[in-house]
């Protein structure tokens, strides 16, 4: 039941983040500062300390933490191969005159994105759901931020506004797809505690390469680092009462 409304929650902010990219832009960049703070925050203070706990049995410490280092470059490398996020932000103008093409690779990759943000709900949920409430918490902001960079590298490539909404619905989707996937498997324990070090180096990845850059484009940055500490925080309050 949890995981179901969890799936919707997924879809909803996704959606509502693309729809919010369409309608208002002032704003956004405070959004996108606490979710990256969010995020930021559930790879260290939960999914690392779960990690540790759950393979540090049978794993050194070391070898968990390389799992954190090479879930970052794996992550780096899918991004920079499949072009997950377009930054370009000095070739907006350049941007616009590019092909289509480039643009539903660019949507469809960050489809694929998501569908791990969705694999990562159902394997925190494994470990317990106090743990899989406070993923879901991190990938829900990340989710809406999502749905902005779709609606976003559609239109900035030349793409209507029906092939964005096309490839937002695509992108809500796949949270969805992913968190039921996760459900037909259980992963033991320490295999378990690898996989979510890897989740942790994803998350470090997306906070820091993805949604920090995004925040502080064309933007003041006192309000947008007082906004990405605030959501660290606010996750850190979150995670020390649950646990």
Sequence with gaps: MILTLLAAAAFAATMIGGSVALKLRDRLHLILGFSAGAVIAVAFFDLLPESLELAGERYATSAITAFVALGFLLYLLLDRLLVLHGHGHSDDVQEEHGSHHRGHVRAGSLSIHSF??????????????????????????????????????????????????????????????????????????????????????????????DLIPESHHVHPTFWTTFMTLVGAAVLFVAISVAG
């Design 116 to 209: 791990l943000d969705g694999v990562g709900i159902g394997l925190a949920f494994q470990v317990s759901p106090t743990v899989g409430l406070i993923v879901a918490a991190a990938v829900l902001a990340h989710d809406f931020s999502d749905g902005i960079n779709t609606v976003n590298v559609v239109v900035r490539h030349g793409g209507t506004r029906t092939q964005a909404m096309r490839w937002l619905l695509a992108d809500a989707v796949a949270p969805v797809i992913g968190i039921i996937t996760a459900s037909f498997f259980v992963v033991p324990a320490a295999i378990l505690g690898l996989l979510l070090a890897l989740f942790c180096g994803f998350f470090l990845y997306i906070g820091a390469s």
